[in-house]
Each structure stands twice: as structure tokens, then as C-alpha cells.
């Protein structure tokens, strides 16, 4: 039984990370999407919703579930019995972010290991924050994120009012 974590802040899921749980869920027997709650990092959505997303944009998938957490990703990747970290990998501006975080884990949790899927090309160049800024401006969001997300962004953006002229 290989159950795996794919981590992250999901703010919102994008259609890069569909990719990511997409394939990943066909290696693992399991696949936990654990969705960082953390007030630190000042979130668009609450941990809720960006949970209550995900749910939505994977409901057809099987053995995906959608766990939120706080604290140390090793700690919740051991709490959960999995034995495995996958991470998604857009380009190399992303590789020195994640070897560090790669060896830390190793080191808090040896029996732990992170496997990283290369972005497949369409979303190498995607992100949530970019998702964001194309939401804030009002632009058009169907190639990046699904219909349900582009919904939830579109309230919160016009919740958020705008700037003084
Ligand atoms: O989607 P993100 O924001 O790139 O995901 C980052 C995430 C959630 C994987 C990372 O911030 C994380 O694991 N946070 C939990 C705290 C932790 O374990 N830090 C030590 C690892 S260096």
C-alpha cells in the first residue's frame, strides 16, 4: 500500500495541480492533497474553501482525498502513514525552493522521501499567483483554472473593491 502527500497552499488549485494529482494519483495507491493552513502566508481563500475547491475539481477521481494541515509537512506526511512527498517541478527558478525543503523533510522524517513530477508543458508556466493577478485584472480564466474555481475567484475579487483613482 504506497500512499503519498501532494502538498501545498492551493491558493486557488489551478489546472497545473489537476495535472500534478492527475498523474500522480495513477502511481500511489493513495493520494493525499494536503492543503496548508497557514495565516502566515495571508491566503485569498480560507483553508475551507480552498479544501471545499479541491473537492469539487476532483470528485471523479479515485483514492484522492482532500486533508488540510498546520505545522511540519514531515510530521504530516508520518501522522498520515505515508511513505512518500510528491512535489511539481515547472522549471529549474524552482528547484533550489525545493531540494532545501526536499532535505529538510528527509532529514525530520528519514523514512520519507520526496519524488518530483516534471510540469507537464502546457502549465510549466502556471501558477496561483499569476491566477490571481489575471482574476484581479478582471481577465479571462478558462485556460487556467476550472469553472468552478474561476466562479470562486471572480466573488472574491469583486468582494475585494477598488483602488483610489
Ligand atoms: O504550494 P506551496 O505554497 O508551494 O506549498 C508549500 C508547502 C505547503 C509544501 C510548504 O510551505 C510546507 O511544507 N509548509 C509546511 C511547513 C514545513 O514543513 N516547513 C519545513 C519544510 S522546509
Known sequence: MLRAIYPGSFDPVT????DIIKRSSKIVNELIV???????????????ERVKMLKEVTKDLEHVRIVPFHGLLAEFAADMEARLIIRGLRAITDFEY????????????????????????????LSSTTVKEIAAFGGEL???VPEAVAV??????????????
Open 98 to 125: 525545493e531540494l532545501q525543503m526536499s532535505q529538510t523533510n528527509h532529514k525530520l522524517e528519514p523514512n520519507v522521501e520526496t519524488m518530483f513530477l516534471t510540469t507537464s508543458i502546457e502549465y510549466s508556466y
Open 15 to 18: 489546472y497545473g495541480h489537476i
Open 142 to 144: 478558462s485556460q487556467f
Open 152 to 165: 470562486e475567484l471572480m466573488k472574491k475579487m469583486s468582494t475585494k473593491g477598488e483602488c483610489n483613482k
Open 34 to 48: 494536503g492543503v496548508l493552513c497557514n495565516k502566515a502566508k495571508m491566503p485569498l481563500f480560507s483553508v475551507e
